[in-house]
Nanobody, 121 residues
């Protein structure tokens, strides 16, 4: 069974940076590399939303709220997707998850534990 393991979250001051990682464990390279992957955020009291995605040919999408501040990337040989977050704002606070995408609103696998990002002074 595929397991998505997110890491890299923490407490950071406004304007700070974090780099999140997500490893697709129990998945072989030939299965991971054709997947479109995305990072989702669930803020307190809100629904989970897609903030960034990267396709198999490395095309990227960003939600308007993070455009110009976040950068998604992937390393297929490591079965890992990253989210570099810069100029963080308090409204970026939330639990961050990764998943493979069937569509933007339809994740492919069960959710992992996520990694908590808290932006506060």
């Amino acid at each position: 069974q595929v397991q998505l393991v997110e890491s890299g979250g923490g407490l950071v001051q406004p304007g700070g940076s974090l780099r999140l990682s997500c490893v697709a464990s129990r998945m072989i390279f030939s299965v991971f590399s054709p997947l479109d992957m995305g990072w989702y955020r669930q803020a307190p009291g809100k629904e989970r939303e897609l903030v960034a995605s990267i396709s198999t040919d490395f095309a990227t999408y960003y939600a308007d709220s993070v455009k110009g501040r976040f950068a998604i990337s992937r390393n297929n040989s490591r079965k890992t997707v990253y989210l570099q977050m810069s100029n963080l704002r308090p409204e970026d606070t939330g639990l961050y998850f990764c998943n493979a995408l069937i569509t933007a609103s339809q994740p492919k696998y069960d959710w992992g534990q996520g990694t908590q990002v808290t932006v506060s002074s």
